[in-house]
């Protein structure tokens, strides 16, 4: 592989690689704005231009970073001298002739390209003599989509938006009008940018040009609090930023992962945490008076005796029936792996995972092939691999009618757990217990309603589609009584078994790691980043019986 020196910084790249992305990998930051690693070069914005020395011979011209491509040893680079200098001052002056001056109302104040350039590449002062500036009138706020809205005073044309829909989503909505001074962006006649991509444009706008309707005017971003997590909104487990303000969600934005999302993510992902705010939310242990005939009122308790009830309704349960676990796709695996250790102590057989499918999401990735997925839940895998696969229907028919007790994992783990019917067959348990964050109509049903904690306050693993498992962080800590469900299971586990208490989540991933031959050589503190590939063997089942089942059920 070829070398290159950058500011008297010497690494080896790849042949091909070009002047920006090798200036990264030296840790050297080439300012950019038209240039993007997924998209075509089109060298416009003239932002990277750098000087070149090959084997000792300058190049006459400063040269486009993004253009110019190490293929041979003997390349000295500068970014750093006076001619680099005042060509990168000249550009500022030029796309700050035109821009307006509203960053105390534009939503990407605080994460702007055009702002951090102007302070470290910029000039105090405009040669600009004009009085009006170009303006676009009519073009304020326009709706490109459901999702996008477009701001063309304070485009600068690097036609990132343009490319994106023409070279990754592959629609094509987005297009160059007029010319000269006159050009704006804006969509074909009788399109929309309605892709299911479509807020990626926003993503990958250097300036305020585009904005997302679901954050726009939300929140000032220097108030986010940010942290790595995973999307939730189905089986490809997309890598996420997690932005929120006191417990409060703003948004999802995608985390690069080359190995599973590259840089984007699903319109219908962005939106998945939004049901955190419309659904009702079960804030403390419930537990139902007078035994469980499903029709005396429940009460509001204390964790403690909400605990003993469980315990003393499943040490009651032997010989009267059978005991059951309803698991879910949205149990971390940790999580998944401690309820199929209490369903192990009870001698539970009958254990299921559904998951409803929904519509295909596609997420395009560099030469690699697109990764799909269906299932309506982010880690239905990990889950059966911590030992939730297995059992009856009890969904249909009177499976639930047999159960002296029928522990359910997740009071919100698909459509099911609000449809009537399905609720009233699961009420035909002797002892109904319902571990969850939303108050649902199962919860509501349940002799035992216990309140953990979602995903945004909790830290675990999923298992994607590709059988990649993922780790995620804890955004925020959960209020009042709701406890992350880690904390819960240890405290009622320890009431059946010794070694058992204060569990965190990377306790318990090692020790499965330690246990489950698909997580073998796998530890907490050593996953890398981009996740880790587990030891799944080819015939592993895509659906258990039971989830195949409750899927079809769902989709139809």
């Not at 304020?140 to 989503?169: D, K, S, W, Y």
């Not at 999923?462 to 406890?483: C, D, K, M, S």
């Amino acid at each position: 592989m070829p070398k290159v020196t950058i500011n008297d910084r010497t690494v080896e790249v790849e042949a091909g690689t070009n002047v920006i992305d090798a200036g990264l990998k030296a840790g050297v930051l080439v300012p950019h704005y038209c240039y993007h690693p997924r998209l075509t070069v089109v060298g416009q914005c003239r932002m990277c231009l750098v000087e070149i020395t090959d084997n000792g011979k300058k190049m006459p011209k400063l040269q486009t970073a993004c253009s110019s491509y190490v293929t041979k040893d003997g390349w000295s680079v500068r970014t750093d001298t006076p001619e680099v200098a005042e060509a990168q001052k000249g550009m500022m002056e030029f796309f700050l002739i035109n821009h307006p001056l509203d960053c105390p109302i534009c939503d990407q104040a605080g994460e702007c390209g055009l702002q951090d350039y102007s302070f470290k590449h910029g000039v105090a002062f405009s040669r600009f003599q004009y009085e009006d500036k170009r303006t676009y009138p009519g073009r304020e706020r326009i709706p490109l989509g459901a999702n996008v809205v477009l701001n063309m005073n304070r485009c600068i044309q690097c036609t990132r938006c343009i490319r994106f829909t023409e070279e990754v989503a592959g629609t094509g909505e987005l297009g160059f009008f007029n010319r000269g001074a006159r050009v704006e962006i804006g969509t074909f006649p009788g399109k929309e940018l309605s892709n299911p991509l479509a807020t990626c444009v926003v993503d990958i706008c250097p300036v305020g040009a585009l904005t997302s309707t679901r954050f726009r005017f939300a929140e000032r971003v220097w108030y986010l609090d940010k942290k790595p997590s995973i999307c939730t909104g189905c089986e490809v487990g997309c890598n996420i930023t997690m932005e929120q303000r006191r417990g409060d969600i703003k948004r999802y934005k995608p985390r690069f992962n080359v190995e599973v999302n590259d840089y984007w993510m699903c319109d219908y992902g962005r939106s998945s945490f939004e049901r955190y705010k419309k659904l009702p939310r079960l804030t403390s242990p419930r537990v139902r008076a007078e035994g469980g005939n499903g029709h005396a009122p429940v009460v509001s308790t204390g964790w403690s005796q909400a605990l003993d009830a469980v315990h003393r309704g499943i040490a009651g349960a032997a010989g009267t029936g059978e005991i059951a676990f309803l698991g879910s796709g949205f149990l971390t695996t940790e999580e998944a792996f401690l309820f199929a250790r209490l369903a192990d102590l009870m001698g539970a057989k009958n254990r299921s995972v559904p998951v409803d499918l929904g519509p295909e999401r596609t997420i395009p990735r560099y030469k690699r092939p697109p990764i799909t997925g269906r299932e309506a839940a982010p880690n239905r895998r990990g889950a059966e691999l911590a030992g939730l696969a297995g059992g009856g229907d009890l969904l249909h028919g009177d499976g639930a009618a047999r159960c002296a007790v029928l522990v359910v994992c997740d009071s919100d783990f698909g459509q099911a757990a609000y449809d009537p019917e399905t609720v009233a067959r699961l009420r035909r348990a002797k002892l109904l217990v319902v571990f969850g964050w939303s108050d649902s109509p199962l919860a509501q049903a349940a002799d035992v309603a216990l309140p953990v904690a979602h995903h945004g306050e909790k830290e675990g693993t999923f298992v994607n589609v590709e059988w990649r498992v993922q780790r995620f962080e804890r955004a925020f800590p959960p209020t009042g009584q709701v406890r992350p469900a880690l904390d819960v299971l240890s405290d009622l586990l320890s009431r059946f078994e010794a070694g058992w208490s204060q569990l965190s989540a990377a306790t318990v991933f090692d020790r499965l790691a330690s246990e489950l031959p698909a997580f073998a050589g796998l530890s907490w503190h050593r996953l890398p980043a981009t996740g880790a590939a587990l030891h799944v063997p080819e015939a592993q089942p895509k659906l258990s019986d039971q989830g195949a089942e409750t899927a079809r059920e769902a989709s139809q």
